[in-house]
Structure formats: C-alpha cells, structure tokens
C-alpha cells in the first residue's frame, strides 16, 4: 500500500525568505501524480502544484517548484519569497495512475507560519 | 465559474441518528470524492465517484455510504452517528479522474 510521510509537523519561515517542506513517499508503482496542497484556516483546500512521475522536470508555479527525486521517492516543496498569506497546513498527497487504485493518499501535513 | 459547493457548511447530530451531506461539483466534473479530516486520522479518502458509480471505497464501516446522480451531485449518508463521526467532511470534483480536484468547504459534523 502507499504511504506519504511527511517529518516536519511545524515549521516556520520569515516573511520574504524561503521554505521547503519535505515529503517522503512509498510505492511500487512507476506511475503516479504527486499534489502539494494548501489548508488555510477556511479549511478549504487548494491545490498549489502537481507532478507526473513521468515527469523528469520539477513543476513550478509562481513563487513554489519542487524539487521530485523519483528514485529517492522524495517530493519537496519549495516556497520562495514567503508571504503572510502562505501561512497554512501544507499537505503532499499521492495518486496512482491506475484505474483501480485512483484515490488521493495524503500525508499527515505540514504547519507552516510566516513571520512578519 | 462556481466552485464546488458542499451542504451544510454545519451540522449537529445526536449519536445513533443519521445524516446526509450533500455535494455539488463544479460544472462539466464528473469525478467526485469524499474525504474525511480528523486531527487524529488526518485526511482519509472514503469514495470517489464517477459517472453515477463508485469507483473506489476506502477502509470505512458500512455506515458510510454515497451516491451520485445524472447530473454529478453527490450524496453522502452517514447512518447510525457515533462520537468518531465527528469531522470535516471535504468533497472534491474534477473532470475526470486523472485531472485536477477542486475542494469544496467542507461540511463541519458535530456528533454529541
């Protein structure tokens, strides 16, 4: 079974300086989507980016890109020039590509504050 | 474009009854599925839906169960309430199941 470790139940970031979150997955498959997503207080999720594992170029978006070690199966978020409004629980999550397997597996998450 | 709307935002059920949440994707998805988040468990898949069938259940009682209709709203029921029950109950949709899901509110259940 897949599993989406995530080691850092907090972390915080200075306003304007750069964060990276760390996540770990487990799997056997070769393909599969990686999502980072974002749970401000409003409790809404939103996705802030997605990877294909067939990939081998990083996505990025605006100001967070990750840094996807297939081999090391490993998924990083990068947040750079953090602002206030990036405060929120960061979740990796894991989706396969098979059919039979297309639920979203997510991690516990991450904590993240920005200080002013 | 509206987003995905999920009914009630809130809810106070006593143990032992039962409750349906309701949620509306977003137009033209016809992926839905449902999560439950609990600060202990964190975010657990419980089914997805597409196209009026369920395509994947997660490790969830019988108690919990869904639906979706011709038009893409999904339902899910929740029958015999326990204090474990209480969560938020997030919906997402997409267009298809290997495209981007969008996330509703979520509907708040209080079970006392």
């Known amino acids: 079974a897949q599993t989406v470790t995530q080691s850092q139940p907090e972390m915080s970031v200075q306003e304007a300086e750069t964060v990276t979150l760390s996540c770990t997955y487990d799997?056997?498959?070769?393909?599969?989507?990686l999502f980072w997503y974002k749970q401000p207080p409003s409790r809404q999720m939103i996705l802030v980016i997605r990877q294909e594992a067939y990939k081998q170029q990083n996505a990025t978006e605006n100001r967070f890109s990750v840094n996807f070690q297939k081999a090391a199966k490993s998924f990083s978020l990068k947040i750079s020039d953090s602002q206030l409004g990036d405060a929120a629980m960061y979740f990796c999550?894991?989706?396969?590509?098979?059919?039979?397997?297309?639920?979203?597996?997510f991690g516990p998450g991450t904590s993240l504050s920005v200080i002013p | 474009k509206a987003g995905v709307t999920q009914t009630p935002r809130y809810l106070i059920k006593t143990r032992g009854q039962q409750v349906t949440l309701s949620c509306s994707p977003i137009?033209?998805?016809?992926?839905v599925s449902w999560y439950q988040q609990t600060p202990g468990q964190g975010l657990q898949f419980l089914f997805e839906?597409?196209?009026?069938?369920?395509?994947n259940k997660g490790n969830f009682p019988g108690r919990f169960s869904g639906r979706q209709f011709s038009n893409s709203r999904s339902e899910m029921n929740v029958s015999t309430l326990e204090l474990g029950d209480s969560a938020l109950y997030l919906c997402?949709?997409?267009?298809?199941?290997?495209?981007?899901?969008?996330f509703g509110q979520g509907t708040r259940l209080t079970v006392v």
């Open positions: 799997t056997s498959e070769s393909d599969y989507y």
């Open positions: 137009s033209g998805h016809r992926s």
């Open positions: 997402a949709s997409s267009v298809d199941i290997d495209t981007e899901a969008f």
């Open positions: 999550a894991y989706r396969s590509w098979k059919t039979s397997y297309d639920k979203v597996i």
């Open positions: 839906y597409f196209s009026e069938t369920q395509r």
